[in-house]
C-alpha cells in the first residue's frame, strides 16, 4: 500500500493554518518567513516559488531576497545579520546549493539558531542529537518520521530502523528522531558490508542516497515500512523523463506493508514541515 505523503501534507497544512490564527489572535503575531535565493539555479527557483506560495496560503508572510550569483560571502552574511535582528521575522532560510565561492558551513553557522527553519545550525543539531525539546529539526526527517507514523500508529518503539544514507540534512537526523522514538537504529552508509542483508532486518527501511531505484525487493523483509526520500529523474524509454525514489518501487510495493511513492511521498512534507517550523520558531519567539 501507498502511504499518502500528498494527502498527509495537506492535512497538517490545515492544521497549521489554524495555529497561525491563534497566533493572530492571541499575540498578534504573524509568522514570517523569509528565503534568500543566490544565483538563477531553476530546480531552485521552483522550490523556493513553492515555499512562498504555501507560506502564504496558510495565512503566514513570507519575502524573497533574490541575489545575483555573484553575490560575496560577506554581503550574504550581512544581509543575514540584518535578518537576524529583525524582530518581526520568525524564520529564515538560505537556499541550497549556494554558488561555489560561497561557504555553505560559514553562511549556516551564522543564521540564528530560533530562526534557523532548515534546523542544520549545529545548535539545533547539537539539540536533536541530545534529545532536547525544542529543536528546530530539519524539514525532510521530520516529514520521514511522520509518514512512517501514518502507517505503523504513534508508537514506533522496538522498531528496527534502518536508515541507507548518513547526510546531515537527511540520513543523520531521521536516524536521530527514529532514535528518540525508542526504534533500534541502524545507519548504514556506502562502506556498508552486506548492505541487502542489512537491509532486510529492518521493520522501517529508509533509502536516503541518491541513486535511481537502488534499494531491490530482495533486500526487502515482507511487510516492513519503506520510506523512500531519494528524488533522480530518469529518462524513460519513449525519450523523456520522469521522477524516481531509491527503491525499486514497482518491484518491491508487493513485498513490504506500505511505502512512500515518488512522487508524491516524502517530497510534499517537507515543504509543509518548513511551515510547521517557522510556526515554531514563532511560538518560541513570544515564549
Ligand atoms: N524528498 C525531499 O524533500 C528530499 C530532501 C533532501 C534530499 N532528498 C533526496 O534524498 C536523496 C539523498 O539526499 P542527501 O542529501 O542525503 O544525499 P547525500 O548527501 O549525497 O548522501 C547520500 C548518502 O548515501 C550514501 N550512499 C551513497 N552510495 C551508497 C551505496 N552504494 N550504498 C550505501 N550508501 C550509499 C552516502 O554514503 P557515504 O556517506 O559513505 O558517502 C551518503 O551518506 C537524494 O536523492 C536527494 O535528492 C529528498
Given at each position: 500500500m501507498n502511504i499518502d505523503g500528498k494527502l498527509t501534507a495537506k492535512n497538517l497544512r490545515a492544521e497549521l493554518a489554524v495555529e497561525v490564527a491563534e497566533l493572530k489572535s492571541n499575540y498578534g503575531i504573524q509568522p514570517k518567513l523569509t528565503v534568500i535565493l543566490v544565483g538563477e539555479d531553476p530546480a531552485s527557483q521552483v522550490y523556493v516559488r513553492n515555499k512562498i506560495k504555501q507560506t502564504q496560503e496558510i495565512g503566514m508572510i513570507s519575502d524573497e531576497i533574490k541575489l545575483p550569483a555573484d553575490t560575496g560571502q560577506e554581503e550574504l552574511l550581512k544581509y543575514l545579520e540584518h535578518l537576524n535582528n529583525d524582530r518581526n521575522i520568525h524564520g529564515i532560510l538560505v537556499q541550497l546549493p549556494l554558488p561555489k565561492h560561497i561557504d555553505e558551513s560559514v553562511i549556516i553557522a551564522a543564521i540564528n539558531?530560533?530562526?534557523?527553519?532548515?534546523?542544520?545550525?549545529?545548535?539545533?543539531s547539537g539539540r536533536l542529537f541530545n534529545g532536547e525539546t525544542g529543536a528546530l529539526v530539519p524539514c525532510t526527517p521530520q516529514g520521514c518520521i511522520m509518514l512512517a507514523k501514518q502507517h505503523l500508529g504513534s508508537d514506533l518503539s522496538g522498531k528496527h530502523a534502518v536508515v541507507i544514507g548518513r547526510s546531515n540534512i537527511v540520513g543523520k537526523p531521521v536516524a536521530m528522531l527514529l532514535l528518540q522514538e525508542n526504534c533500534t537504529v541502524t545507519i548504514a552508509h556506502s562502506r556498508t558490508k552486506n548492505l541487502p542483508e542489512v537491509c532486510q532486518q529492518a521493520d522501517i527501511l529508509v533509502?536516503?542516497?541518491?541513486?535511481?531505484?537502488?534499494?531491490?525487493?530482495?533486500?526487502?523483509?515482507?511487510?516492513?515500512?519503506?520510506?523512500?526520500?531519494?528524488?533522480?529523474?530518469?529518462?524513460?524509454e519513449e525519450g523523456k523523463t520522469k521522477l524516481v525514489g531509491d527503491v525499486d518501487f514497482d518491484n518491491v510495493v508487493g513485498k513490504c506493508g506500505a511505502i512512500t511513492p515518488v512522487p508524491g511521498g516524502v517530497g510534499p512534507m517537507t515543504i509543509a514541515c518548513l511551515l510547521k517550523n517557522t510556526i515554531t520558531a514563532a511560538k518560541q519567539s513570544v515564549c
Open positions: 539558531p530560533n530562526k534557523d527553519v532548515d534546523g542544520f545550525h549545529a545548535m539545533n533509502a536516503a542516497v541518491g541513486i535511481a531505484e537502488f534499494v531491490k525487493a530482495d533486500w526487502v523483509k515482507e511487510g516492513a515500512t519503506v520510506i523512500d526520500v531519494g528524488i533522480n529523474r530518469i529518462s524513460t
